[in-house]
């Protein structure tokens, strides 16, 4: 019975949302008897419904690859951007990642590279970031602040994820530090980001109390220089599902952040909420396709006026399991950056 349901799983990933739907169905009517599981599958037949309509209507992007300078054949993601957009630290599982060894499943661990854009338009080749932050195991970047002076990472302390920050000190990047407070805990800490001012810190974590899975936390600078106690965002942003990958714009009130729930189309989708006056956030609409697919995405990143976008994918036709794309959305509405 559940080569019935991986079936429809499968057949929702390869965009045939009619087929997939009708085999959840025969998945419900014949096998399921047990309330939870019911609700389990009637969750993927209705993410099948709603990519149905995305795919129907996709919004008006282009989108590239950012060619062999920056991608290659091991995995590239997670990319971070400087304001003027010629700078790029990301992620990547090459052969020449520090320490050189792999992980059980045969791949190099996760190091931190940094490549820059010439006047012509030209990437350089990556180059690790710094001695101080990438060690043996993985090492990840998550979030550049817009002035460039700080780096925000996270690390895979021996099956304990924490989010650490580094300083650029107009030579090289500082040894990571902790943010302090309950930010890291002996859950796991995925990703974090910090407002263009650097007196607010989202970041994400599994620790219990939450909604469910990994919710998006805040926490505000206080007086003194240290960080306040974590607050849950809340229920207008957190689900039952996992959250992930939160992106504060530089005008401090877009949230881009990747959930589960909410109405996704498959997997992690994309959304993006608004900070009212109220300091409370709007209801998370989906960035729609073909930013998001019916697999995970996760980790996206726009440029400070808001035109332009920067992410990972395992879209046929790349380099190597995951590349970097670029993408412009020409009805994007330019966000102000004073």
Request: proline share 6%; aromatic share 14%; charged share 25%.
């Amino acid at each position: 019975p559940m080569a019935l349901y991986d079936y429809g799983k499968a057949l929702h990933i390869n965009y045939k949302f009619d087929e997939a739907i009708a085999q959840y169905d025969n998945f419900v009517k014949n096998y399921v008897k047990d309330k939870a599981n019911k609700e389990e599958v009637e969750y993927y037949k209705m993410q099948s419904v709603y990519a149905k309509e995305l795919v129907a209507a996709p919004i008006n992007v282009t989108v590239q690859n950012m060619g062999d300078s920056i991608n290659s054949e091991y995995p590239d993601f997670s990319p971070v951007m400087s304001a003027d957009e010629r700078m790029m630290i990301y992620t990547t599982r090459r052969n020449t990642s520090t320490g050189g060894e792999k992980t059980p499943d045969g791949q190099f661990f996760e190091d931190i590279v940094v490549a820059y854009k010439n006047e012509n338009g030209i990437w350089s080749s990556p180059k690790s970031i710094s001695p101080f932050i990438n060690t043996n195991g993985h090492d990840a970047a998550v979030f550049l602040t817009p002035d460039e002076q700080t780096l925000v990472t996270f690390r895979d302390d021996n099956g304990d994820g924490n989010v650490y920050y580094s300083n650029w000190d107009g030579k090289d990047w500082s040894s990571l530090q902790q943010f302090g407070s309950d930010v890291n805990t002996k859950y796991w800490e995925t990703h974090a980001c910090l407002s263009a001012d650097k007196n607010t810190l989202y970041f994400v974590s599994d620790r219990p109390g939450g909604y469910g899975g990994r919710d998006i936390y805040r926490c505000v600078k206080l007086p003194n220089g240290a960080w306040s106690k974590a607050l849950n965002v809340g229920p207008t942003i957190n689900t039952k599902y996992d959250e992930d990958g939160p992106f504060i714009n530089p005008d401090v009130i877009t949230l881009i952040f990747a959930s589960r729930g909410h109405k996704s189309m498959g997997g992690f989708d994309i959304f993006v909420s608004i900070m009212e006056e109220d300091k409370k956030f709007s209801e998370p609409e989906n960035m729609r396709c073909p930013i998001n697919t019916p697999d995970d995405d996760v980790f996206f990143i726009t440029s400070p006026d808001g035109k332009r976008g920067y992410f990972s994918s395992a879209k046929e036709g790349g380099f190597g399991e995951k590349d970097i794309y670029t993408m412009f959305i020409p009805d994007a509405k330019e966000k102000p950056l004073v």
